[in-house]
């Protein structure tokens, strides 16, 4: 793939989705890590390919930091409108085939036909919406934003409609009228406000995560990346923390996270994928799981 400065196509071998011309400044007061040790600022949009590729890594840093850690998301502003034409892109159909692309390098499914079939002309619709639902719950918020990366990604919506959002906002728990009345008020407000800290913060693209500890200090990663290099930024911050054990059996997996991809499977159960990929599709044999198929691959839920 080549490179390019379009912030829609990721590249694979830096693992970001970046913005150009922006200048690296650091703001103390939002690295305060509050009452948990370690303090974790995630710069994410929803339509961000490379932030769907590290699911399985947040989802694992979770499951094992998740006491002494506290994550604050983030929009980011990937797609603002089609008014630019950079990095060879100009149209929502020449993204299909990166995303194609990006779903084989990440091992996660992603059907780059939505930008075919009902292409997105931003991605702040769905950012304000999650910045709307954050006013409802936190948690709900993130369920929320998990339904929208499902719909966009692998079931081919365009996430930008209402009717989509609603959909998802019902699926997470939370009341969409009192969403789509924050949405045309705070949510926005919040968004904005979002932006303007990434600038400050010299936030370049997506995904950007700032870990900082109690003493102050702080590490970036940004891009794509392993787990063990979250592992190795947390470590750094908070020399004492202590990884938390779970249960990795494929019961207790889906129950802590309702819908699974194969690599989330396997990163969160510690299994080679083809093993996980052989279990999964045996628990599909015997009616313990249910799958919805892409053309890039599955996504798992429990029956």
């Known amino acids: 793939m080549e490179t ?10 830096t693992g970001m989705c970046e913005l150009p011309g922006q200048a690296t400044t650091t703001d103390t007061a939002e690295l305060q ?5 370690v303090k974790i600022i995630y710069f994410t949009d ?29 929009m980011g502003g990937l797609l603002p409108d089609w008014s630019y034409n950079s990095g060879g892109i ?12 990006v779903s084989a390098y990440y091992n ?12 997105l002309d931003s991605s702040y619709p769905p950012s304000i919406a999650f910045k709307a639902a954050q006013i409802q719950s936190k948690v709900k918020a993130l369920n929320f934003l998990r339904h929208l990366r499902e719909m966009v990604f692998l079931q081919k919506k365009n996430i930008t409609k209402w009717v989509h959002i609603s959909v998802a906002a019902t699926s997470a728990g939370l009341d969409p009228e009192q969403l789509q009345t924050d949405m045309a008020g705070m949510g926005r407000t919040l968004f904005y406000q979002d932006l303007d800290l990434a600038k400050m913060m010299g936030v370049r693209g997506f995904p950007t995560i700032f870990i900082t500890g109690r003493s102050g ?4 990663v940004y891009g794509y990346k392993p787990y063990n290099v979250y592992e190795d930024a947390i470590g750094k911050t908070h020399p004492d923390i202590l990884k938390q054990p779970y249960l990795k059996n494929w019961s207790d997996l889906f129950g ?4 699974l991809t194969n690599r989330e499977f396997a990163e969160l159960s510690d299994m080679e994928l083809n093993n996980a990929e052989s279990l999964l599709n045996d628990l599909l044999s015997e009616g313990a799981i249910q799958q919805y198929r892409t053309k890039n691959g599955p ?4 029956s």
């Open 4 to 13: 390019n400065n379009n912030p829609l196509l990721c590249d694979v071998e």
């Open 33 to 37: 890590t509050g009452n948990k040790p």
């Open 46 to 74: 929803p339509i961000c390919s490379t932030c769907w590729g590290i699911e399985p890594q947040l989802r694992k840093l979770k499951l094992e930091y998740g006491h002494d850690t506290r994550i604050n998301y983030h």
């Open 90 to 101: 100009s149209k929502p159909s020449d993204v299909a085939h990166h995303w194609d692309e």
């Open 108 to 119: 996660m499914p992603i059907d780059g036909d939505v930008w075919l079939e009902d292409p």
């Open 217 to 220: 200090t702080t590490e970036k």
């Open 256 to 259: 802590k996270y309702p819908t």
């Open 299 to 302: 996504l798992w839920m429990r």
